[in-house]
C-alpha cells in the first residue's frame, strides 16, 4: 500500500532584504495553515535587512535555494572585485554587514532542491 501525505508549502522568491514584506507574507502563510516555506533566492541583496531575513527564515526552517543575488555574494568573496558598476556597490555592502553565520547560511545553499 502507497501512503499519501498532504503537505501545504508556500513558495516565496526575492525577498532583496525587505524584512516588513517578508514578515506580512508569513503572516498570511500563517493564516494559509502552510506545513513548509520554500524560499527561492534573491534573500537579501537590495534593501538593508538581509540579517533579519536570513535570521527569520532560519527560524522557520524554511528551504531555500540560492538565486543570482546570492551568487553575486560568493563571487564577490572568492575574488573580492573592486566592480565599478553602481549595481554592484550595494552588494558590496550587504556582503560586508552580514554576520559570519548568515554568510556560511548562504554559502551552504543549494542551487536546486
Known amino acids: 500500500m502507497i501512503g499519501v501525505i498532504n503537505i501545504k508549502v508556500a513558495i516565496i522568491s526575492d525577498i532583496h532584504g525587505n524584512i516588513e514584506a517578508l514578515e506580512a507574507v508569513l503572516n498570511d502563510i500563517k493564516n494559509d495553515n502552510v506545513d513548509k516555506v520554500v524560499a527561492l533566492g534573491d534573500l537579501c541583496n537590495e534593501l538593508p535587512n538581509g540579517n533579519e531575513v536570513i535570521n527569520v527564515l532560519r527560524d522557520i526552517n524554511a528551504y531555500g535555494v540560492k538565486g543570482n543575488k546570492e551568487e553575486y555574494f560568493l563571487d564577490y568573496e572568492k575574488h573580492k572585485y573592486d566592480w565599478k558598476n553602481i549595481q ?26
Not at 89 to 103: A, C, D, G, R, V
Open 88 to 113: 554592484f556597490k550595494n552588494t558590496i555592502f550587504m556582503y560586508n554587514q552580514l554576520t559570519e553565520e548568515n554568510k556560511e547560511y548562504i554559502r551552504n545553499l543549494p542551487f536546486e532542491l
